[in-house]
């Protein structure tokens, strides 16, 4: 079965997939004002300084929306549908792309609590993903 | 203020046309549109085109056409919002006396007998693997739809909207869409039919969704003195503005739920001197049912949030106060961006509508948006000079 796409780390990205090798969500922080951005920004979009620093996250958020997908739009999601696609609004105050994992779609719940977590997807690559917090009903 | 005229609509065959290419359709489109207006086509000294999705309609598509001493051309996008955009560059350039007769065009052709619409719209170039593309691309974050489906999931989470508010934008459209002779989906639908259909991305399912289609739409504008002396009664074009909220990857942007239409709306109806109450019918750019709703809210038809309960009459279909999107939209008439909503005020405002013609024409208000509900345009049309 043909595997799902598996990202290609390259100059710009690198210091994020280090960090998710080592089990780090990092973004880029602004300095000037403590902004952070995702996924990658030339300037702080908050105050347009420049340059900005690659600073680990705290992984923690809340689901801001979701959609389940149910067309295979690429093979290597042949046996993956309905699966979800979900923006998580992080404490560092980025939205960010990324699937829940471990919560049935039907019991995923706009607010629900999420922390991340890195899977590991193969090509020495790790892709930050987010589950419930423990403890969390879904 | 007239800020320009609309004097010459041509709209292609639409749909399943195999065989052609965007710009063969861009001079069909071309000829029908001077041919509505009763110009030829060394009338014209400007030509603004649409950029599409695969890019294949770019300048050299003057000298493809055989046109000659242009003074304006260009190749403008804002995705969907673009119509807007260039209806402004054309009104201001003729206004600065760059330029007369200028056409503005959208073609596209990505249908192909062997594949599916879907497929054909976002082919294998629009899922790069490199750097933070790439996690895209293994999350499934693939194409448009899922991100107006998490938009309409957003809204139905603060507001209560329901499978049963955008049903009832689709059944509508299909309404009108029965009476457009260049509509491609004709068959009746029903609410039960709209739950019936398959899920694409929930909470949209296929009858959410615009169609695709191969084909062309052309206008051609021109200042207001000059549109009095050509066949068809001129359209003119009495305001228009553009926004585009910008980023949705911050957790204090909300574009999702309240769009670009709230401020481009306002300035578009200061501009032209009127208000809601005087718009007879709305053509509002519909990739999804969704973005008709959240448009009508940001427009202030209604309250932020009371979009859904606002359709749920069916008042945007044949018969209903606000007759919305008459030719069936891009939901089920043609998928041109937004010349669809375009080239169907054009139709109305002229009052050339036949069996979906509205009786309140005198103001006609389009959208257009583009990306996830990241850029927009308004415009107001209307036969009247003010």
């Known amino acids: ?138 | 203020m007239i800020k320009g005229s609309i004097v010459g609509l041509g709209v292609t065959p639409m749909g399943k046309i195999y065989g052609r290419r965007s710009v063969d359709f861009a001079a069909e489109a071309i000829a029908l549109a001077l041919e509505d207006a009763g110009l030829q086509k060394s009338d014209v000294d400007g030509l603004l085109i649409n950029a599409n999705i695969p890019q294949d309609m770019d300048p050299r598509t003057q000298m493809m056409l055989g046109f000659e001493n242009l003074t304006l051309i260009n190749v403008m996008n804002g995705y969907g919002s673009t119509a807007g955009a260039m209806m402004q560059y054309a009104c201001m350039a003729i206004r600065e006396g760059l330029a007369n007769t200028v056409v503005l065009v959208y073609a596209d052709a990505p249908l192909t007998p062997s594949r599916g619409a879907g497929a054909s719209y976002s082919g294998p170039h629009r899922f790069p693997l490199g750097g933070m593309a790439g996690l895209k691309a293994h999350y499934g974050d693939f194409g448009a739809n899922l991100g107006y489906a998490m938009a309409a999931q957003r809204h139905m989470h603060l507001y209560g909207t329901t499978e049963d508010h955008l049903g009832a934008i689709a059944v509508g459209q299909r309404k009108w869409a029965q009476m457009s002779p260049w509509a491609q989906m004709k068959a009746p639908m029903t609410m039960e039919d709209h739950h019936n259909s398959r899920w694409i991305a929930e909470p949209l399912r296929l009858f959410d969704c615009c169609l695709v289609s191969n084909g062309a739409v052309a206008v051609v504008v021109t200042s207001a003195e000059r549109a009095q002396d050509l066949k068809q009664t001129p359209v003119n074009v009495l305001g228009y503005a553009t926004c585009s909220p910008g980023d949705h990857l911050r957790t204090d942007r909300h574009p999702a739920v309240e769009t670009g239409a709230k401020r481009s709306g306002e300035m578009a109806f200061q501009m032209a001197g009127i208000t809601r109450d005087d718009i007879g019918t709305c053509q509002l750019y519909d990739c999804y049912t969704y973005t008709v709703l959240v448009t009508l809210e940001d427009y202030g038809f209604c309250e932020k949030g009371e979009g859904g309960p606002f359709v749920a009459d069916g008042k945007l279909g044949p018969g209903g106060s606000l007759p919305t999107n008459t030719g069936g939209g891009q939901l089920s008439g043609y998928y041109m961006w937004a010349f669809t909503p375009l080239s169907e005020a054009v139709v109305q405002a002229r009052g050339q509508g036949g069996a979906r013609q509205v009786p309140k024409n005198d103001y006609v208000l389009v959208s257009g948006n583009g990306g996830i509900l990241n850029f927009h345009s308004t415009m107001i049309l209307s036969r009247h000079a003010s």
């Open chain 1, 1 to 138: 079965m043909t595997q799902k796409p598996i990202p290609i780390p390259d100059e710009i990205s690198g210091p994020f997939f280090d960090g998710t090798r080592d089990g780090r969500l990092m973004l880029q922080h602004c300095f000037a004002c403590d902004g952070w951005s995702f996924p990658v920004r030339e300037r702080c979009p908050h105050c347009f300084a420049a340059p900005l620093q690659w600073r680990a996250a705290s992984g923690k958020g809340t689901l801001y929306t979701f959609a389940i997908m149910h067309q295979v739009m690429n093979p290597g999601f042949a046996g993956a549908t309905p699966y979800n696609v979900c923006q998580i609004d992080l404490a560092e105050g980025v939205r960010m792309i990324s699937n829940v994992v471990g919560v049935p779609n039907a019991d995923l719940r706009i607010g629900m609590d999420l922390e991340v977590m890195f899977d590991d997807v193969g090509d020495n690559v790790r892709v930050p993903k987010f589950r419930a917090v423990a403890g969390e009903k879904p």
